[in-house]
């Protein structure tokens, strides 16, 4: 009950950030921030987000986001060609500046995206590294041994009976081995893709968090997540702790799927939480740029490249 009344307070208060943009823009019935938002909207509705923060209890960081503006991308399964990637970036009046980049994972066998990363920054794509790692697929795991995971491994590295915390850190050194390999610089964000589950099992609660400790305790890379707003806040309260505990004051960044009324003029944090960095919040459609056409997601984040510090 608590936490319904909590997000409610969120939600009033960024419809009183809309309120302080459409007094100053004329931008009524927007999103509450658009691309073209002067700073003076961004920052009176940062300030909206960071009072909301305070209020429920959640941490303001990324209610400061709005400061920064936000940023459309897409993500999709295949890498999508060269000369596709290019027309998408340079094509004037092209949406897009940032995209999903899929590092091969134990539930992403796909390598398509491998040795892309240099091309793709030098065409000036911002860039979110994802790693998808075991999922629940609507089960419950199996309790088992280090020695019958082996076994089963053999035949997939991809099933619900592997999550473990074993597992979890196995599967942190593993990301942190392919996104070096792929050039991304030490620091940068690779976001572990968590996908919905009606409950989350005590099994995956353990794979993240020590996915999460793993992560923090290498050093290499900062650990991100992908997640459904379903299990946004208890996802973002297990990681959290264990940042915590790790003495790391930064919050846990969070790239949120699902919610209702999203459009790219808004912000990730319109999808109900103030932690959302990124708001993925339209799957599976096709959309052309220069009549080249691609099945993406669409997504709004604070970064113009969600993986990497800055703007």
Known sequence: MRRRVLQRLHTIAFRIAGLVLCALTGACGAGVT???SPPAAIDAVAKVAQAAAAVTGQDATFANAAEKGHYVGFDTHTYPGTGVMRTWKKTPGSPYSWVGYYLPSPCHADRSWVGKRDTLVAMGWGLAAVYVGQQTWGKTPRSL????????RKKSNCAADLLSA??????????TAKASGEGFPKGAIVFL?????????SAMRDYYKSWTARMLASGQYMPGFYAHEANAQQIFDDVHAVFQ????????RMW?????????GRAPQDVGYAFAAVWQGVIDV???VADVRLPID???????SPSESGI
Do not use: C, Y
């Not at 041994?145 to 089963?152: G, S």
């Not at 074993?166 to 990301?175: H, L, P, Q, S, T």
């Not at 949120?256 to 790219?264: Q, S, V």
């Open 193 to 201: 893709d968590i996908e919905h589950m009606d409950k989350i099992p």
């Open 298 to 304: 669409v997504n709004v984040a604070s970064w113009k």
């Open 286 to 288: 096709a959309r052309s």
């Open 166 to 175: 074993d597992e979890g850190a196995r599967d942190a050194d593993d990301a």
């Open 145 to 152: 041994t280090p020695a019958q995971r082996d076994v089963l």
């Open 256 to 264: 949120l799927a699902g919610g209702k009324g999203f459009d790219t």
């Open 245 to 252: 505990a790790a003495g790391d004051t930064t919050t846990p």
């Open 34 to 36: 658009g691309p073209d």
